[in-house]
């Protein structure tokens, strides 16, 4: 079944407000990382996150690994129509496999 | 430097039909995945290939069938498509097997329909 969740699946916010997605996990996580897809698109790798605790920014874009290593969120500052699209985490339970969030589809309105 | 190619873009299918998926990595990766998107379900691994040679199941393996023909390529074969299949089909590579800085490379989809 499904060992990695995330939340929300939706989010339209105006253009300018902030974003956050949030992904957990039953089972703790040897490493976590985002992807995003843009619309019509394939999925594109955006970071990884190893250690607990983590925190790593990217411009706008602030992602985090929980201190259980079972959760990460990414938050994106004073989102642009550029950030359209859906966000999805991938965390590794340290059999291999990359077991992926169902994704939060982001729309901006301008 | 193609990155990772799949082919065909979009396919039709009628019920009971087969048909192969094609990709091909030229990043010199030891490991390719397939994985299928549908709505609301995030990406699911169907098959993968940590190294030349092997193959392995992932999550959701029935119905399908995989050949690492050589480095480079990993094909997805479904012998009698059903419209359960009918998805969006990703083809992967990575470095090595596994997440840790072993980032996935995605090709640009297929997109199957079965009638």
């Known amino acids: 079944g499904q060992q990695v969740m995330q939340i929300p699946q939706y989010q339209h916010v105006q253009e300018g407000e902030d974003f956050t997605t949030y992904c957990n996990s039953s089972?703790?996580?040897?490493?976590i990382q985002w992807y995003k897809q843009r619309p019509g698109g394939h999925p594109v790798f955006l970071i990884q996150?190893?250690?607990?605790?983590e925190v790593k920014k990217q411009k706008r874009l602030t992602f985090q690994f929980g201190e259980a290593k079972k959760n990460s969120s990414l938050h994106i500052t004073a989102t642009q129509t550029t950030d359209v699209g859906t966000y999805f985490c991938?965390?590794?339970?340290?059999?291999?496999?990359?077991?992926f969030g169902t994704g939060t589809r982001l729309t901006v309105i301008p | 430097n193609a990155g990772v190619t799949q082919t065909p873009k979009f396919q039709v299918l009628k019920t009971g039909q087969s048909m192969t998926l094609q990709c091909a990595q030229d990043m010199n990766h030891n490991s390719m995945y397939w994985y299928r998107q549908d709505p609301g379900m995030g990406l699911r691994l169907i098959y993968y290939s940590a190294s030349e040679g092997t193959t392995d199941k992932g999550e959701v393996p029935n119905g399908y069938n995989v050949s690492r023909l050589n480095k480079r390529e990993f094909s997805l074969r479904l012998e009698s498509a059903a419209p359960s299949q009918t998805s969006v089909y990703f083809c992967a590579s990575s470095s090595h097997p596994g997440g840790y800085n072993s980032p996935l490379h995605f090709g640009n989809g297929t997109r199957l329909t079965v009638t």
């Open positions: 991938a965390g590794e339970t340290g059999a291999n496999n990359l077991f």
């Open positions: 996150l190893v250690k607990s605790g």
């Open positions: 089972t703790t996580l040897s490493n």
